[in-house]
């Protein structure tokens, strides 16, 4: 017999305290999703899932076969070829083409799936994350696509963070598109050229200019087109409408985003801490072609929509100083000091916890201090102890950070 | 191009009105969940997590090797044996073994995993659940045993159901235990014996008499012992503690629940419904020498918990009208019926959503009576429009179910 450890690159949730300062905390998580889920609604989205496991095919469909290498991918025991999600997107357009019709256009969904990822093991290489996707399905005006960035903002203002802290980089897959077709590039190509366009921060000039001069493009272009863009009016239109809520000082417009996906057709943008010291902290933008392509080509139904990992967001917050103190919870702590009134005090606790109360109590017989500080530690707001007096039973009940105590009959306590 | 579906045994969620009247409502997975962790967190108890993908080990070393052909077991790229977890209990006892030493005992811990099974393919049969799981680690005592059945009861109450729609049957492994080696079986086979007695109720006397005789037991002599018990401390403790607590209608001792899980070592219990319709709820007991065994012998924590999934749970509650009515949760609708004002609507609609409101409009030009008619089908409490007056821009705040009207400042508008 030894001790199992985890796989690498997957993650334990502990509660706080944290048994290891590296340790995931699973009190951080929830916050994570209670802001995320929190700032949906308030948009109107509602809330949705699907299967963690999926037949390969949809994602192999629209990635190329290439994808496999990065899948948690095997053969079932029917014989089937599936795979952990390595995203939602495909999800839920497969979910959108078999239900639609059952539901009012445009369809504001978001839900906060873990997704998996077979990367090469390094250092803080994670396999597995929790992503928030929001999506909407059946608009094709860009209004769509500015509520889309309006709630990206406002799910990290959530957090608390600021136009200080994060920006918008805003971009247009049509306006590359434009671009490419006339430089000279085979529309065929287009794809190919998003991929080098998207590496461009990351590969030096004498890996990216032969790429480019392959697809018939001039490098130098392609460096015009990043500094100086052009006029496009999806764009002007998403910031008009971003300016108009009081968003304009989260976005920018940056050419230099283009996605790497392959089915985005239109606005894209991602979301970056202003320091620059962490990876995108979200992404996303429209995928006007993929429920056509999911349903088989039964169903086309404009689409657009982003995802925010929960890795990246909770560096970024601990770096910004953004994560909250979290407690235990236990708003009241009954001590039993005298044994004799075990059973009286077990009422009071199921009073208190049918009240709606986060309430603790010693399972076994305890010394009266160590109770004591046991309320101290869990950060209670108050304690309970039953008393005999010649009245009959009473609960003294001490607020502790004021030390104010009152007694009431036991049968009537409340905090 | 095919159109590709879910694959079997997995479940989509949808949100509510649901796409057909057999899909999954994420709206009441969301119930369920909100109940589980208000009424853990009520307790005392913390959240955690584990990741989904375990090694393989961690389930056969408990379990056997026969085990595997229930799971969704593979090779993945690192040559590793991994499976996507069939339960939690031993992920939580690894968790608790690696970081006890930082938490105070007891420790009391929930989650809500998502839980996978390769089981036989049949109608209406799953391969994944969610499964609320509450455990005990550090505490041998029997009010910890209560406890955990409390919590198990008033989890069950959350959803509105009461002593006339479910029970806890309250059993003894040490009981079964004492009764097997005083009846002549050997030690070493008292697992094999409480196979038989697990399923005693499923199979026809001809199947499980020769069973019980091939491990030297009389079937008289089990029958007798599961009418007529035994006096057990242990069991009388538990059931005292509960009534203190005003729970005894709750609970009731029937030898016939003994659980097919290799591991439990004590007190063992079950959730029923009291019609008998349904297969158990809930299930647990306590699994002392769990803990040891995972860690490699480093480490010995008694403890005891419960799992509750989701699945029989959801088909309770519809059955007995315990399924709460869900809306869009949308507060307010923007009404923008004049173009003009859209800008300004927008600045309404952040308006609203920084002050916590769930707002909702229509992201393009539409008639003035179909955005009406889509804020009552969201179930709106108001609907706002802004109209230009002599006296500057006004919102005129609806609320729906009175019809009562007020206009105010657009740039003070509020619900």
């Not at 944290?18 to 809330?47: C, I, K, M, N």
Request: proline fraction near 5%.
């Amino acid at each position: 017999m030894t001790a199992l450890d985890r796989l690498p690159g997957f993650r334990d949730f502990y509660p706080e305290p944290l048994p290891t300062p590296d340790a995931w905390s699973a009190d951080l998580r929830q916050h994570v999703f209670d802001v995320w889920r929190q700032t949906s609604r308030r948009y109107g989205f509602r809330e949705y899932d699907g299967p963690p496991l999926e037949p390969l095919e949809l994602y192999t469909q629209k990635s190329g076969a290439e994808i496999v290498s990065q899948l948690f991918n095997f053969t079932d025991k029917g014989d089937r070829e599936v795979s952990l999600r390595p995203e939602m997107t495909p999800t839920v357009a497969r979910m959108v083409a078999a239900a639609e019709r059952a539901y009012k256009k445009p369809i504001k969904w978001f839900s906060m799936p873990q997704l998996f990822r077979y990367e090469k093991q390094q250092k803080g290489r994670l396999r597995e994350h929790f992503q928030l996707n929001c999506d909407i399905f059946g608009e094709v005006s860009t209004g769509a696509d500015a509520e889309i960035v309006a709630l990206l903002i406002d799910v990290l203002r959530g957090f608390g963070l600021t136009s200080e802290d994060f920006v918008i980089r805003l971009s247009s897959r049509t306006a590359w598109q434009q671009f490419f077709e006339q430089a000279g590039g085979n529309p065929t190509q287009a794809y190919d050229f998003y991929q080098v366009v998207d590496k461009l921060d990351r590969e030096p000039s004498e890996v990216s200019g032969p790429k480019l001069q392959a697809l018939g493009i001039q490098p130098e272009t392609v460096q015009k087109f990043l500094l100086e863009g052009t006029p496009n009016s999806e764009l002007a239109s998403v910031l008009e409408n971003l300016r108009a809520r009081g968003l304009g000082d989260f976005v920018r417009v940056d050419y230099g985003i283009i996605r790497g996906l392959a089915y985005y057709t239109g606005i894209v943008f991602e979301a970056f801490d202003r320091k620059g010291e962490f990876r995108a902290i979200a992404g996303g933008g429209r995928y006007d072609g993929l429920v056509r392509q999911v349903s088989g080509g039964k169903l086309d139904l404009p689409a657009l929509g982003f995802g925010m990992g929960d890795v990246v967001l909770a560096e970024l917050l601990k770096a910004r100083g953004k994560v909250p103190a979290f407690t235990s919870g236990v708003d009241a702590v009954v001590l039993i000091e005298d044994e004799a009134l075990r059973s009286e005090s077990l009422a009071v606790v199921q009073r208190l916890r049918d009240a709606g109360h986060a309430v603790d109590y010693s399972l076994v017989p305890q010394k009266a201090d160590k109770q004591f500080k046991r309320a101290q530690e869990l950060g209670a707001r108050s304690t309970v102890r039953l008393e005999s007096t010649p009245e009959g039973l009473r609960a003294r009940i001490k607020q502790l950070s004021t030390r104010q105590e009152r007694l009431v009959p036991a049968d009537q306590v409340s905090l």
